[in-house]
């Protein structure tokens, strides 16, 4: 459903209510303003887009994936400021799938702008994990400081650290060519 018909929506649960009052129906005037403000929180907060993200913390991925496919045109059906919360979630899911294929929704969801400072480090954490998976150690680095930065609560403190100590290992393997044509790693 387009996101300015639950703004018409909720509009005419408000009016109801207000209706309601003025002809001395305190209780169902009561109950429309509630289900008003429900309607316009799903304006701001889409419903799929919160059950996504519960499947995602119970890591059930399937569900969590079924229900951001049913979002059809992201730009029409989410207020703007969750585009890119959108994009970070189909990150976060494809990101257990194909890694490297996450890559584009992670910068998607930093070029559409996300509110929350953990969230910014949590895509360029991702980020860097996949440039960490192209071997590319001066873009991990990069945007490791960038998460660090913005991981100003400390949420991602334990995967930073590990991140830096993969990195530090990816320092110290390297491929030592053994006999007739084998490689070894060090």
């Known amino acids: 459903m387009p996101n300015f018909i639950r703004i018409i929506i909720a509009a005419l649960f408000l009016g109801a209510a207000v209706t309601l009052m003025v002809f001395s129906f305190w209780g169902w005037g009561i109950l429309l303003i ?4 429900l309607v316009f929180v799903t304006f ?22 079924s229900t951001l496919m049913g979002i059809k045109d992201y730009e029409k059906e989410l207020y703007k400021g969750q585009w890119g919360y959108y994009n970070l979630l189909i ?24 509110t ?16 960490m998976g192209k071997r590319n150690k001066i873009q991990a680095q990069r945007l490791l400081k960038e998460a660090e930065k913005a991981d100003k609560n400390k949420l991602l403190a334990e995967q930073i650290k590990m991140m ?18 084998s490689y070894r790693q060090y």
Request: aromatic share 8%; no cysteine.
């Open 116 to 131: 929350m400072d953990h969230n910014i480090a949590l895509a360029n954490l991702s980020l860097a994990g996949v440039e």
């Open 164 to 181: 830096k100590g993969q990195m530090s290992m990816l320092d110290k393997t390297q491929q030592v060519r053994g006999g007739k044509g």
């Open 44 to 65: 701001i907060f889409n419903e799929k887009m919160l059950l996504a993200q519960w499947y995602l913390r119970k890591e059930n991925m399937e569900k969590a994936e």
């Open 34 to 37: 509630f289900l008003a403000i």
């Open 91 to 114: 990150g976060l899911i494809e990101s257990r799938k194909a890694p490297m294929k996450s890559e584009k929704y992670f910068k998607k969801a930093l070029a559409l702008g996300l």
